[in-house]
């Protein structure tokens, strides 16, 4: 069920389970039907009752439409048939079709328009369109129109192709399947079952067939009774609905036609014509989607219709009964298989009968097939429709038929010589086709038999399946033995009938033998799934490496997630049914023969194997026990309930990793039918997932990855329910099973319950199903009693190529058996009927039980004559069969029973053989009794036969003495086992102790023999007198080199894992801690600890020392920075707009998300200080205005270090080699790009440091006691002293070369201000303003004040004190003429008369206008540098008067004119100057009776009123006011002088920062006692008389306000309480924002963009790549980050969730800050689940943002070309 957004959002979904997704060809809402969903969950607008009260439409109203549509529509079909030319055979036809659509667009859009009108319209459409009458009527009669004559010509040329049939002379017959018994299809109860239907349009056969020949075709044949007639033939037309649908196939589907036809569908009689009319051209679409070649797009658009006809139950029921729908479809997908068939070359490739499907076809390659699949699968889906087909003998006979095309398709030859040319991948198709056309319709009919009363139809099944397979083991001439170096994964026919078998046991309760064929039926099923699991360990040996990685691609899909339920799970349930139901020697035999293992199994030390090379056999044992101990303990199918199943296949997958909640669902098998999406017991998903899984929430370690919401095993899941065999099972790579037992060895240790290296944990399993009893019998034969004694003695003597993996597994398959023995040992007796066999001699009964201690001397063995073991004088006599022998055609009838010692060694494969012909002579009935050809001879080896010799070995054990000499081996210890029995009788007792359930090895052994010794009195004897007799102690064996290397092979490599993995956990913390220290990148936030893990790496040397030493990190050498050896910083240069964001309100700024709301950016700093540059230019003297402010609010230029240094030219030596070095990933040297060589932290420049004594600060700052005047003087003549460049030396090209990459850092816009481009003035206002940009982004960086003292927490790594010297150098280069310095306007009187002479040019800017702290950095950076601390101070004092000074202007204009007038009068009583100088009230009535003689109070008229605050200044409340607005410039002075000078700065509490501030400062006088209300005006310093200074100030703005009082008011106030900078807030709920966003059109180009994207700094809605809004080769979004952000760009894109970071050039998807209610993303909104904001990854994107470390955090970056 769909719905579409606005239905879903005016329904009530809570609590609902839903997937949005975009669907990308329109569709239709089920919002409405009752058919479909309940009507209580209709949305608000379909719940209106709409039945009763409609009235009657006037009949008059409706006539003129009736007259005039069948006129319409006849004429839409005109154009239709004359637009359509028979498409040539080389020309493809589609552009004159799409021309003919163009050009019917508004005849199509308007019956769309008439159909949105309602039922009325809808119900004239529908009698217009289904008239048969009005067809005849209007379409025969032509007349003497030629033009309609020709058109319906065309018509009828269209229509020839349209049946299956071909033109007559074209006719081409089937050849008829030579078989003796029954053919095919020849069902009874089939009329004349030999038409040949078989035949195809001609336009699709004629290139096919000349190439392969008509004789390779294999021709079905189907039932042509007369009820399939209708599809053969030509279609008949009898109304509109029928020609336009023939049309709208013809013309491939165009996307009106299909939405004009959906929006009928709500007319419920349409309805019915439709889907009618639909079903008898369902063969004309199945033609034309062949022949399409945009396949995709019509496969979408047939779907679109097709799941709305066929989704209703009732409407597919009345199809199937009316007009045979199943018929058709089975037919047709029948015929479209055909076109496409090859011969098989499985077995006998040259007298093979059987045909499958050419998966390197584009048909199957390009999933063509899929719609037609799709819709039978749908149909299926109901229950009334899937019982008609259950029922139906003659469609599963045709089903069976269609399903066997497939069966042995994709078939695989082993490469044995050299490597293939050519890596085929038609395996994709492969799978897909089995998956889609087979295993999906199986699961949908599976659905339907799950009761009692259901039995009939899983015998039908059943009976056609197997008559089918029995047709294809004939057709490729199969006999006993499959062909050697052969495989294909698709064996449908075979998982049909194991599913339907299943089913049958599970929930029909049908007895299993009576739907069981015969035995020898049962030895040629097993056969080819036996053949899959051997070749899967061979590809997991490497065997297959010449076929190239395709065929491991094969391997994984065969049990990847969504395909193992439908393949490898049937296969082995099928094993297991054949397993229980044949002989165990046989089977057990078979399976080591199909391993090609049989020759290892010897006890021979040496042996020679004929079919496999050493190198393989170890890992092909392995592969073959693990495949029984799947085989013996998997019981999916044999008796455990749906809710085990899901929680074994969760544990399984939680065991291998942690797993996200999606990625856990995708990996659980989907059950029955995967149209449904149910997964089995999905209900319990959740329950199950709460009771196995703990959830760990997603957690953000600073600058690592963005982690996901993860589930995790819980303990107790460890502890009981961990699983190796389902795991073994599930494991798409070989490395999560290793993953699997590294997390459970983690687990035990932490749990202290085994702390060595455990071996996989035995686990219970669920009891097996009574029909399944059977297969136990495996674990109880002589063969495996036999194969399992072999192997305990081969390892316990050392043998090649045996592991720790054989022995664990050998261990394994006897537990299994102690587990599932039968109660009384009554096997001892058995009496041998029937020829005796080599192995009775070995074992007497075939109880595991008690062959365990049954006790074996002698053995024969055949070895090679070079075999250690040949004793010369072993009677030659004695003949024997090798266990390995396969060229054996001997077989000793008479056993040589009186040497009973002696254990004839049997020959597995010919014990098999003789079984298989036992078999077959039984079975065999008169009719067949033909002897059948030996086909072994296929399987002797090319090379001569080895020459083999006969010894005879002394053994002297049974099974229980080579586990107590295993233990001892293990344990390493001489008589390491004592039955623990004879201390503590309770362990019989009670068996299930914890402490054997756990443990390697060892404990492994101590579990069996406790259960041997449980099972019977005679073990648990035996098992005290084998411990009792002593051994003697054996000296150490020596072991030699070779077999020592396979025995440690396992323990060596899991030493060697260790090793490595305390070797990495050492690595990594190292690597955190020099993180930490080095690159501390995200927690500088707010973290007040300095830390002191590393000494500096610029070292602060010690007080003898003169000079700085640097240390190179490339060089590796220490050293002073030299004027001819410079060293530099590694720093990162770049554009910030981040200060420009900063506002003066709290309240944060929201993504807008209705159109409402709009985001207008006159608030922030950044435009607050572009109007007021822009004020000052319009009325003040350009040189002068650039001197007045600071840039760089916008596109300020931000420097930051690693804090790493080298030198210059071992810099430029390292980036020439990065540029000679190819392999960059994401820099580009070009630019100066590079990475630091220590650190490899981004970088693309270095700051030369500035040679010169690191103790100079110390001798600074003793402080000289100068008086203020003399100071004054001093800096003036300090400042007037021109600089000069020193002399063309290294480290001043690179002062120069850095200054020049500071500049080339941001765009020329930000850098030129000035009115003449090019003035001296702007280079100068833009070096002030850097400084300016680096010390106010510190403070933001400090949380925005200095409350929190200490050092720089970036003091590592900051580079302010070389970048001021930097900027110092190159500023004083150009001097400030001293009359305009405005030094001398702080510090001194001028003379009245200068004023006059200037009216007609631009004026100064008052010095009450100017930006203080922009005066701060031009004086102090036009000293010579290494600065005096005593002029440091001086300036800022003096400064300050200016300052406080503003502060009062500023106040006096905020406060209403009332308040004025008090405050001048109450000042005016205190004029004591030398008080009044140091009091704001004092201060403040001079200020304001000094500008009240200006114009700036007047003109306060009405609007001016509405300006002024309604608030009451307190003297409190204007103290506040003076701090704030002194405060951030006292911060930055601070911060200022913290660099320079080096004096930490003093921590506090926020109320008591300016008095802490201007303290540290030196403007508070020492001695000066803190009162308790702290009185700002105290900090005051006056240079010269105050009233008199504070006049000359005035008087400039009041020359200024009598022309322009309004401005002079604005440029007055200054704002300077900026708050942080912030990211805008974000809504809660994602979906909010997508539908806001995904179909808004862009403001540039009145598009809805493919790719919408919204910046996350200013919220402008951007068109990500798209080419509409691109300008002059830049795409919107890139230019959108140049002009927002001065390079850097945050974009959430709209359509995928995620957020994408622009840098400068480069780009990189940081992730996303909304994740789901499991902690995940879904990028791209692929699943469609609802999204939540993780505010901590907001805040860490934020973080991210304001600390400019983007560069330094996210690692995958790439280049964007400016194409985003």
Known sequence: MSLCAECFHQGDHTGHDFNMFRSQAGGACDCGDSNVMRESGFCRRHQIKSSSNIPCVPKDLLMMSEFVLPRFILCLIQYLREGY????????????????????????????????????????????????QNYKDLTSDLGENACAKKSHEKYLIALKSSGLTYPEDKLVYGIQEPSAGTSTLAVQGFAGATGTLGQLDSSDEEDQDGSQGLGKRKRVKLSSSAKDQSIMDVLKHKSFLEEL?????????????????LNMLPDQEYKVAFTKTFVQHYAFIMKTLKKSHESDTMSNRIVHISVQLFSNEELARQVTEECQLLDIMVTVLLYMMESCLIKSELQDEENSLHVVVNCGEALLKNNTYWPLVSDFINILSHQSVAKK???????????????SFFQGMNLNKRELNEHVEFESQTYYAAFAAELEACAQPMWGLLSHCKVRETQEYTRNVVRYCLEALQDWFDAINFVDEPAPNQVTFHLPLHRYYAMFLSKAVKCQELDLDSILPDQEMLMKLMIHPLQIQASLAEIHSNMWVRNGLQIKGQAMTYVQSHFCNSMIDPDIYLLQVCASRLDPDYFISSVFERFKVVDLLTMASQHQNTVLDAEHERSMLEGALTFLVILLSLRLHLGMSD??????????????????????????????????????????????????ADFKAPVFEPGGSMQQGMYTPKAEVWDQEFDPVMVILRTVYRRDVQSAMDRYTAFLKQSGKFPGNPWPPYKKRTALHSSYKGLMRLLHCKTLHIVLFTLLYKILNDHQNLSEHVLCMVLYLIELGLENSADEESDEETSVCGPERCHDSWFPGSNLVSNMRHFINYVRVRVPETAPEVKRDSPASTSSDSLGSLQSSRRPKVLQRENSGTAQVFSLVAERRKKFQEIINRSSNEANQVVRPKTSNKWSAPGSVPQLTTAILEIKESILSLLIKLHHKLSGKQNSYYPPWLDDIEILIQPEIPKYSHGDGITAVERILLKAALQSRMNKRIIEEICRKVTPPVPPKKVTTAEKKTLDKEERRQKARERQQKLLAEFASRQKSFMETAMDVERFFFSDSPENDIPMEITTAEPQLSEAVYDCVICGQSGPSSEDRPTGLVVLLQASSVLGQCRDNLEPKKLPI??????????????????????????????????????????????QTCGHTLHIDCHKSYMESLRNDQVLQGFSVDKGEFTCPLCRQFANSVLPCYPGSNMENNLWQRHSNKSIPDLIKEVEELQGRPGAFPSETNLSKEMESVMKDIKNTTQKKYRDYSKTPGSPDNDFLFMYSVARTNLELELIHRGGNLCSGGASTAGKRSCLNQLFHVLALHMRLYSIDSEFNPWRKLTQLEEMNSQLGNEEQQPEVPILYHDVTSLLLIQILMMPQPLHKDHFTCIVKVLFTLLYTQALAALSVKCNEEDRSAWKHTGALKKNPCDAEKSYKGLLSFVISELSKGKLYHEEGAQECAMVSPIAWSPESMEKYLQDFCLPFLRITSLLQHHLFGEDLPSCQEEEEFSVLSSCLGLLPTFYQTEHPFISASCLDWPVPAFDIIAQWCSEINSFTERHAEQGKALLIQESRWKLPHLLQLPENYNTIFQYYHRKTCSVCTKVPKDPAVCLVCGTFVCLKGL???QQSYCECVLHSQNCGAGTGIFLLINASVIIIIRGHRFCLWGSVYLDAHGEEDRDLRRGKPLYICKERYKVLEQQWISHTFDHINKRWGPHYNGL
């Open 1154 to 1199: 209705t159109e409402e709301e709009q985001i207008y950016p006159w608030d922030t700093c950044a435009a607050v200080h572009d109007v007021r540059l822009s004020l000052l230019q319009r009325y003040f003297k350009d040189s002068s205005c650039l001197l007045a402010v600071s840039i760089g609010w916008e596109g300020g230029v931000y420097v």
């Open 643 to 692: 809710d085990e199943i899901l929680r074994a296949e969760m544990v399984a997958q939680l065991c291998m990793n942690d797993r996200t909640h999606s990625s856990l669902l995708d990996l659980i098998p989907e059950n029955p039918n995967p149209k449904s999406g149910i997964i089995p017991g999905s209900y319990s998903f959740e329950s199950v997932l709460s009771a196995v």
């Open 1668 to 1670: 509409c809004c691109k």
């Open 389 to 403: 087909f259950l029922e139906d003998h003659g469609l599963l006979v045709t089903w069976m038929n269609f399903v």
């Open 85 to 132: 030319n028979e498409p040539a055979a080389d020309v493809p036809s589609e552009k004159d079709l799409n021309k003919v659509l163009q050009l019917l667009e508004p005849q199509i859009s308007f019956l769309e328009d008439l159909t949105k009108m309602g039922g009325a319209m809808r119900s004239v459409l529908t009698q217009v369109l289904t008239n048969q």
């Open 245 to 261: 649908l023939f049309w709208t196939i013809k013309y491939e589907f165009p996307q009106k036609m299909v939405t004009f036809l």
